[in-house]
């Protein structure tokens, strides 16, 4: 997000708040180039957003992931 986008969301009015309010715990395809991701979107703690990757067990690149941050 570049700062021109920024500044849009923090204009009352915008948008991108209720957008991503409305993806709550919506499953969007990919996020990884390893494994067959999903993204959902949490938005408990609105108006910060998360945005949670979902790898398969599989994935190499998030078990070397696991292994160098566990
Ligand atoms: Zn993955």
């Given amino acids: 997000m570049n700062r021109k986008q920024r500044r849009a969301a923090r204009q009352p009015g915008s948008n991108v708040r209720p957008a991503l309010a409305a993806l ?32 398969d067990d599989t994935c190499p690149w998030f078990t070397t992931y696991r292994k160098e941050n566990a």
């Fill in 24 to 55: 709550d715990g919506t499953r969007i395809p990919g996020g990884c180039d390893d494994c067959d991701a999903y993204q959902t979107i949490d938005a408990t703690h609105a108006p910060m957003f998360m945005l949670n990757v979902h790898h």
